[in-house]
């Protein structure tokens, strides 16, 4: 693998925000997810569950409820008292209209997709029409007292179930007026405290189903008013719920970080007659799980603790493949870490600032694995506050560490860095151009003269940096076909030769930038691209894709290389194939020509092209052993494994890592229990023996 200085990074302070709540898509691909800074993110199912498009938050924009309508349209609504619909190819809200009934605490679409009905804080339950361009205020149902905290909609569009305070009431969507009134404590003897109706769902069968801060699952009869069952799934609160397509499995959320799979299951074999029967408990969160899901294969959970879980139905895979694996989700599958090599400065990206850090230095070597001391401690230079409620979209430091750049959803700031000895002075730019914001990822040169800006439609504008401090518009690159979508990643070759965009539509165009032209296309893939970039001396493409695909493409040739080729022909490894992170950045070591360095969140592996024409690709048969534990063997056994991928696991979770010269690497970690400290406490189980 080859014996590198290692730069061991761990005060980049990143605390991902908590998940709020989860939107499936009916009959679709995606998972919508919002978290409580505001941020909104859609997974692809398709796409091994990828991130692909996220659009940051906003300090006075609070997201309480999803809802996906009328197909691919995603509506947000919360406590600002807004209803917001999203533009998912420019990555940015596209309009809001005020709810009227102040907070809003719930929305649900019907099961046509062709109104919302929101609850709100004054007591309301509002319908709003969905019309080409926007929605219109249809009319108010029944007024009552108490702030309705949930909404959902009989999959006849019927009749509504919202549930409140103490109580849960049944709205007829036609007349507008209550028709049934329930009191959910009603039941129970000496109750000295209030329950709240969290979550609701309503059943084609009549069957309304409520959790509550009381931590109970009850089944009721809405036309009775009755209580069919109840389940005491928590000594704190079921704080959510979600039910199955085919009505026939429910998953809950709890407070102490469970949740519950509940299934209607027949009372004996071939009996006709069925109960709701809680069937399988997991503790996949250590916080508030405040949102779940029901997809048609997984159960989709989502937590304070910022974690993503998804856990596929056993029952419904047909073998025991890798889609019957679990996932958790913590980090962005994105870069929010820049590296100045020359400068050896990281630049670190939080919501709302920037924190410029020069790396520390040591003037010892030692052996492998062995930790030096610095003479030099890292140093935190600059701290860069975006003004406005608005969150930092990207950022990015040049290479040569004079230049930071980032942007908002209305703003691009761009910032001349100036070091003299120890002190640093930072002068913002003024008069930058005026682009068609925001700009969704930033790229520098390589020699730091042009910084590339990725835009809407497809678009990538080129600025010229001048020596004294200023900048200028010099080109924009749009592809010759249109595209309605986004560019999210951007990769420039080191002689300032070619660069190669990636948009929504999963695209990737090549532009030549000596004579400004589109330069070619890459053949298409059905798989979104999650990192790419420009080998130094070859211009060769290297791509990796959701599915842990890896592919060159010579762009001075315009087609895959033989190396990719070959690699495709023969398969990578099925362990290889099976990661369920994105591949997140590649770089190359000019000492090597033929490594390629790439790494997602729990390993760095380095692959090397000359050992595939020595020996062949690892094939599935093979262990695909990291270097620790190959070290732990003989030198024969050793020789038996020597294939083309050098991996490392010792750092977790990897955040960045890239090689700041020939012989050195820098690696970003955020160890899990690092920023949970700095989570509220969580409920407290008591545990068996303590």
Same mark, same amino acid.
């Given at each position: 693998?080859?014996?590198?200085?290692?730069?061991?990074?761990?005060?980049?302070?990143?605390?991902?925000?908590?998940v709020r709540c989860l939107a499936c898509q009916p009959r679709g691909g995606r998972l919508a997810l919002a978290r409580t800074d505001g941020a909104v993110e859609v997974y692809n199912f398709?796409?091994?569950?990828?991130?692909?498009?996220?659009?940051?938050?906003?300090?006075?924009?609070?997201?309480?409820?999803?809802?996906?309508?009328?197909?691919?349209?995603?509506?947000?609504?919360?406590?600002?008292?807004?209803?917001?619909?999203?533009?998912?190819?420019?990555?940015?809200?596209? !309009?809001?209209? $005020?709810?009227?009934? /102040?907070? +809003?605490?719930?929305?649900?679409?019907?099961? =046509?997709? *062709?109104?919302? %009905?929101?609850?709100?804080?004054?007591?309301?339950?509002?319908?709003?029409?969905?019309?080409?361009?926007?929605?219109?205020?249809? !009319?108010?149902? $029944?007024?009552?007292? /108490?702030? +309705?905290?949930?909404?959902?909609?009989?999959? =006849?569009? *019927?009749?509504? %179930?919202?549930?409140?305070?103490?109580?849960?009431?049944?709205?007829?969507?036609?007349?507008?007026?209550?028709?049934?009134?329930?009191?959910?404590?009603?039941?129970?003897?000496?109750?000295?405290?209030?329950?709240?109706?969290?979550?609701?769902?309503f059943l084609s069968s009549g069957t309304v189903v409520t959790s509550d801060s009381f931590g109970r699952v009850q089944f009721w009869d809405w036309e009775r008013g009755t209580l069919l069952?109840?389940?005491?799934?928590?000594?704190?609160?079921?704080?959510?719920?979600?039910?199955?397509?085919?009505?026939?499995?429910?998953?809950?959320?709890?407070?102490?970080?469970?949740?519950?799979?509940?299934?209607?299951?027949?009372?004996?074999?071939?009996?006709?007659?069925?109960?709701?029967?809680?069937?399988?408990?997991?503790?996949?969160?250590?916080?508030?799980?405040?949102?779940?899901?029901?997809?048609?294969?997984?159960?989709?959970?989502?937590?304070?603790?910022?974690?993503?879980?998804?856990?596929?139905?056993?029952?419904?895979?047909?073998?025991?493949?890798?889609?019957?694996?679990?996932?958790?989700?913590?980090?962005?599958?994105?870069?929010?870490?820049?590296?100045?090599?020359?400068?050896?400065?990281?630049?670190?990206?939080?919501?709302?600032?920037?924190?410029?850090?020069?790396?520390?230095?040591?003037?010892?070597?030692?052996?492998?694995?062995?930790?030096?001391?610095?003479?030099?401690?890292?140093?935190?230079?600059?701290?860069?506050?975006?003004?406005?409620?608005?969150?930092?979209?990207?950022?990015?430091?040049?290479?040569?560490?004079?230049?930071?750049?980032?942007?908002?959803?209305?703003?691009?700031?761009?910032?001349?860095?100036?070091?003299?000895?120890?002190?640093?002075?930072?002068?913002?730019?003024?008069?930058?151009?005026?682009?068609?914001?925001?700009?969704?990822?930033?790229?520098?040169?390589?020699?730091?003269?042009?910084?590339?800006?990725?835009?809407?439609?497809?678009?990538?504008?080129?600025?010229?940096?001048?020596?004294?401090?200023?900048?200028?518009?010099?080109?924009?690159?749009?592809?010759?076909?249109?595209?309605?979508?986004?560019?999210?990643?951007?990769?420039?070759?080191?002689?300032?030769?070619?660069?190669?965009?990636?948009?929504?539509?999963?695209?990737?165009?090549?532009?030549?930038?000596?004579?400004?032209?589109?330069?070619?296309?890459?053949?298409?893939?059905?798989?979104?691209?999650?990192?790419?970039?420009?080998?130094?001396?070859?211009?060769?493409?290297?791509?990796?894709?959701?599915?842990?695909?890896?592919?060159?493409?010579?762009?001075?040739?315009?087609?895959?290389?033989?190396?990719?080729?070959?690699?495709?022909?023969?398969?990578?490894?099925?362990?290889?194939?099976?990661?369920?992170?994105?591949?997140?950045?590649?770089?190359?070591?000019?000492?090597?020509?033929?490594?390629?360095?790439?790494?997602?969140?729990?390993?760095?592996?380095?692959?090397?092209?000359?050992?595939?024409?020595?020996?062949?690709?690892?094939?599935?048969?093979?262990?695909?052993?990291?270097?620790?534990?190959?070290?732990?063997?003989?030198?024969?056994?050793?020789?038996?494994?020597?294939?083309?991928?050098?991996?490392?696991?010792?750092?977790?979770?990897?955040?960045?890592?890239?090689?700041?010269?020939?012989?050195?690497?820098?690696?970003?970690?955020?160890?899990?229990?690092?920023?949970?400290?700095?989570?509220?406490?969580p409920i407290q189980q008591k545990k068996f023996g303590t």
């Amino acid at each position: 693998m080859g014996e590198f200085e290692v730069h061991r990074v761990r005060f980049f302070g990143l605390v991902p925000a908590g998940v709020r709540c989860l939107a499936c898509q009916p009959r679709g691909g995606r998972l919508a997810l919002a978290r409580t800074d505001g941020a909104v993110e859609v997974y692809n199912f398709a796409a091994n569950y990828f991130q692909e498009k996220v659009i940051p938050g906003h300090e006075g924009r609070s997201v309480e409820a999803l809802c996906w309508a009328a197909g691919d349209r995603l509506f947000g609504a919360g406590l600002g008292g807004e209803i917001t619909e999203y533009d998912l190819s420019r990555l940015c809200v596209a !309009r809001s209209v $005020d709810g009227g009934g /102040g907070p +809003i605490w719930s929305m649900a679409a019907n099961g =046509s997709g *062709t109104q919302l %009905a929101i609850g709100c804080e004054d007591g309301s339950v509002k319908l709003f029409q969905v019309v080409p361009g926007g929605i219109q205020f249809e !009319r108010n149902l $029944d007024r009552r007292k /108490g702030r +309705i905290l949930c909404l959902s909609w009989h999959p =006849s569009d *019927t009749h509504i %179930a919202a549930g409140s305070i103490d109580i849960l009431r049944v709205f007829d969507v036609s007349s507008g007026q209550t028709v049934q009134r329930i009191m959910v404590n009603y039941h129970v003897h000496k109750v000295k405290r209030e329950c709240i109706v969290w979550s609701i769902a309503f059943l084609s069968s009549g069957t309304v189903v409520t959790s509550d801060s009381f931590g109970r699952v009850q089944f009721w009869d809405w036309e009775r008013g009755t209580l069919l069952e109840s389940h005491t799934v928590s000594t704190s609160a079921a704080l959510s719920l979600s039910v199955s397509e085919k009505e026939d499995s429910i998953v809950v959320g709890t407070s102490t970080g469970a949740t519950y799979q509940f299934q209607l299951l027949p009372v004996k074999m071939g009996s006709l007659e069925k109960r709701w029967v809680r069937t399988k408990p997991f503790q996949h969160h250590t916080h508030d799980v405040r949102a779940v899901a029901h997809s048609s294969t997984a159960l989709i959970s989502g937590g304070l603790d910022a974690q993503l879980v998804i856990r596929p139905l056993m029952e419904k895979m047909q073998k025991k493949s890798y889609e019957a694996a679990l996932r958790k989700f913590t980090f962005p599958h994105r870069r929010l870490v820049s590296c100045a090599r020359k400068a050896r400065l990281l630049l670190f990206q939080f919501s709302q600032h920037l924190e410029l850090w020069r790396l520390g230095s040591t003037n010892e070597t030692g052996k492998d694995g062995e930790v030096l001391p610095l003479c030099r401690m890292p140093e935190h230079l600059v701290q860069l506050k975006s003004k406005g409620p608005e969150h930092i979209y990207c950022s990015c430091v040049s290479p040569c560490g004079s230049w930071v750049a980032y942007s908002t959803a209305s703003r691009f700031h761009l910032y001349r860095v100036q070091y003299e000895g120890d002190s640093v002075s930072v002068k913002k730019v003024p008069k930058v151009p005026k682009l068609l914001l925001p700009a969704y990822q930033l790229q520098f040169s390589a020699e730091s003269g042009s910084l590339f800006v990725a835009s809407a439609r497809g678009s990538v504008h080129v600025l010229q940096l001048a020596e004294l401090g200023g900048c200028k518009h010099l080109h924009t690159f749009r592809p010759p076909s249109g595209c309605p979508e986004a560019v999210y990643l951007l990769a420039v070759s080191a002689d300032g030769h070619w660069l190669a965009a990636v948009s929504g539509d999963w695209a990737i165009h090549i532009y030549n930038l000596k004579c400004f032209k589109h330069h070619c296309t890459v053949p298409t893939y059905d798989c979104a691209v999650t990192a790419l970039a420009i080998h130094p001396v070859t211009n060769n493409l290297v791509i990796t894709y959701s599915d842990q695909q890896l592919f060159e493409f010579s762009i001075p040739e315009k087609q895959y290389t033989a190396w990719s080729r070959t690699v495709q022909n023969h398969g990578l490894h099925k362990a290889w194939l099976e990661r369920d992170s994105p591949i997140t950045h590649i770089t190359f070591n000019p000492k090597n020509p033929s490594h390629i360095l790439l790494h997602d969140i729990y390993m760095f592996c380095i692959l090397d092209k000359s050992l595939v024409s020595l020996c062949p690709l690892p094939d599935n048969s093979a262990l695909l052993m990291n270097q620790s534990t190959l070290k732990q063997l003989p030198e024969t056994a050793r020789q038996r494994q020597l294939h083309a991928f050098k991996i490392c696991k010792k750092f977790q979770p990897l955040l960045f890592a890239d090689l700041l010269d020939e012989n050195c690497l820098v690696m970003v970690e955020r160890p899990i229990m690092d920023f949970k400290t700095q989570l509220p406490l969580p409920i407290q189980q008591k545990k068996f023996g303590t």
